[in-house]
């Protein structure tokens, strides 16, 4: 043991010091401090040791576990659940693919004459994904890039804001010297970043107007269109109408890929291909494109004598359904549609009230045949057993009958002659209203077909109903009955409309091509063929042997003996080979001016050609479907033609 003395203000205490005592000497000194700093400022130092509370203790313990767990769930969510979507975006931050687009298959006619051709085009694309962050430094590569394509920086800031698309089409077909200021300027890759020169494909169309219906058209893919094709690009072309429409999965062919890797700084490290294009199947069409040329030339002359505008005409092979031509006029340049169409062009064409885009040789619901649906009611009529070749009414020019709901009132169903006494050769011939009247509505006490077993039978040429041609856009027709009337007008079926519907007129509807099919029937000794324009090794059959043979040659003859003494005689009797035909002039809601029909097939004994020519609205008095045909068929059958 020791001790010692303390200072002054420790006297009179004593502090002893053992290896059992807790009290260390420095302890005394800073318990001496303390005290000293309590009493200079007041403030106990016990206040300044109190321990935090349970309570917060276990608050922030329990904020401090939500926090850990949240952190957890986030991490979960984005490396497993979202480990997918951060992944193909990492991808695409890092690569950029691009396609290589494949050579688009060509159109041949039947003699291998090609009507389209590609031309190489260039496109200018915009990536958002490289496009600088900084808005002064965007700002200012818009203004570049637009003074070198001609606009303001407001086009492209428009093109990039209306598209959800990463990448943007900003101007197709670009102009030569446009391309080359742009390839100039873009050797360097830090010079218009996000801006890239894409090759395309774009068609030039050989005597585009003349075939623009047939062949259609491609145009840059749509919004709508790259929902429905998720394997094409902004700046795909597409068909959009025509050929180039039915058979775009054939002549697009399978595009190739190359790709472009990115460092972390955008700068482009490895280009390669990823896959090669596949060219698309060319097309060899059953078309005559000398003939198209022939049918185009001889309408316009026809409509500007009549003072006509619109007209369609649709030429089949009866044997096998092939589409020989097919015009419609009013028509339109393709040509500038695929290559990138000027709003002032464009606004003309869609304001024209003519309608030039629309195909009127198949489209709609078509238009009232008048007489030349006569052989198909004979043909009902002989096959119904309604008449023979031998029955005979005598017309003396009109057909009267009751009212149905006042007897007092009689009705008049007028011809156009007086034609005497009349069997189903001299009413096709001649083409008596008042035979068909009766054998398709009845009079007096013979029984008529009536609407239902007429509707049948136009049914059984495949009038009503799609033909199933290789073309978008078809229509049905229309052949009304008395359940039709009553849905569509809610008035009920009369007499009349059955005299009506007899002979072509009322409220049936009848394409050109469903025309030209279904005469192609009566020509080909009763086959009904699919109407196609593209070659294929096997014609597709709709419906044969579904009229009896001695039948079909009743109606053959009739339709013969138009030419030779009826309504055709002074046009088509002197052809270089015998034809059969049918005439027919409907009524329109334009009064004084019809819809002028022919339908031809020839030669008489092996036919090779059906032709079906209607003029829309020709004023009254005025001959037109018939100088067309002549003409065409003249020409089609001249040896010497040139080809």
Not at 387 to 412: A, L, M, R
Not at 451 to 461: A, C, G, Q
């Amino acid at each position: 043991m020791f001790e010692f003395k303390l200072p002054r203000e420790f006297k009179n205490k004593r502090v002893s010091f053992s290896s059992n005592r807790d009290i260390e000497p420095q302890e005394v000194f800073l318990d001496h401090l303390a005290q000293k700093k309590q009493e200079e400022i007041g403030v106990s130092e016990k206040k300044m040791e109190t321990p935090l509370s349970r309570k917060i203790l276990q608050s922030f313990y329990i904020l401090s576990l939500i926090l850990i767990f949240g952190l957890f769930l986030k991490t979960f969510q984005f490396q497993v659940l979202e480990q997918g979507k951060f992944l193909i975006l990492a991808e695409e931050n890092k690569t950029r693919t691009y396609p290589i687009r494949a050579e688009r298959g060509v159109i041949y006619d039947s003699k291998g004459k090609q009507l389209v051709w590609n031309q190489v085009s260039f496109d200018l694309i915009c990536d958002k994904q490289d496009l600088p962050r900084a808005e002064q430094e965007r700002e200012k590569l818009f203004q570049e890039v637009a003074k070198l394509i001609g606009k303001e920086s407001s086009f492209i800031k428009e093109k990039l804001e209306n598209s959800e698309s990463a990448k943007v089409l900003i101007l197709k077909n670009l102009g030569h010297k446009t391309l080359i200021s742009f390839e100039i300027r873009s050797q360097n890759e830090e010079e218009l970043p996000g801006f890239r020169i894409e090759e395309n494909i774009i068609r030039d169309y050989k005597d585009g107007a003349i075939f623009s219906h047939l062949i259609g058209y491609t145009g840059n893919i749509n919004r709508q269109e790259l929902e429905t094709f998720p394997n094409y690009s902004v700046n795909d072309y597409i068909g959009k109408t025509g050929l180039e429409k039915f058979y775009e999965d054939t002549l697009r062919g399978k595009p190739g890929e190359f790709l472009i890797e990115k460092d972390a700084f955008g700068d482009q490290k490895i280009e390669k291909k990823i896959s090669s294009p596949e060219s698309g199947a060319n097309l060899v069409l059953n078309l005559d494109s000398n003939l198209q040329k022939k049918i185009k030339e001889s309408l316009d002359k026809t409509l500007k004598r009549v003072g006509a505008e619109k007209a369609a005409v649709v030429a089949l092979n009866p044997n096998n359904g092939g589409v020989l031509a097919m015009v419609s006029l009013p028509n339109f340049d393709n040509n500038l549609f695929s290559q990138g169409i000027s709003q002032e062009d464009y606004k003309e064409i869609i304001d024209n009230p003519l309608n030039p885009l629309f195909n009127k040789a198949i489209s709609g619901i078509g238009y009232p045949t008048g007489s030349i649906i006569k052989p198909l009611i004979g043909t009902a009529a002989l096959e119904e057993g309604i008449v023979t070749s031998k029955t005979k009414f005598y017309c003396q020019g009109k057909i009267s009958v009751q009212d149905q709901w006042n007897p007092e009132i009689q009705h008049d169903f007028h011809d156009w002659k007086i034609h005497g006494s009349v069997d189903i050769y001299k009413a096709i011939a001649e083409s008596c209203n008042v035979f068909f009247y009766i054998i398709g509505g009845g009079y007096e006490d013979f029984k008529g077909l009536g609407p239902t077993k007429i509707k049948k039978w136009l049914e059984n040429f495949g009038w009503g109903s799609m033909t199933g041609i290789d073309l978008p856009q078809e229509g049905r027709g229309v052949i009304p009955d008395p359940a039709w009337k009553k849905e569509k007008l809610n008035e009920p079926w009369y007499d009349g409309d059955s005299y009506h519907l007899s002979i072509g007129q009322g409220y049936i509807s009848i394409t050109p091509l469903q025309v030209a099919t279904a005469f192609s029937a009566i020509a080909n000794g009763g086959t009904l063929y699919q109407p196609q324009v593209v070659q294929k090794i096997e014609p597709k059959v709709l419906k044969q042997d579904f009229i009896a043979q001695e039948n079909l040659k009743i109606i053959q003859q009739g339709m013969r003996e138009t030419v030779a003494y009826g309504s055709a005689v002074n046009w088509l009797n002197s052809l270089p080979v015998k034809a059969a035909a049918k005439t027919g002039t409907a009524q329109t809601a334009k009064k004084g001016y019809y819809h002028s029909w022919v339908t031809v097939f020839a030669p008489y004994d092996n036919p090779e050609i059906v032709l079906t020519v209607m003029v829309e609205d020709v004023e009254e008095g005025q001959i037109a479907a018939l100088p067309v045909a002549k003409d065409v068929l003249e020409w089609y059958f001249n040896l010497d033609k040139v080809e």
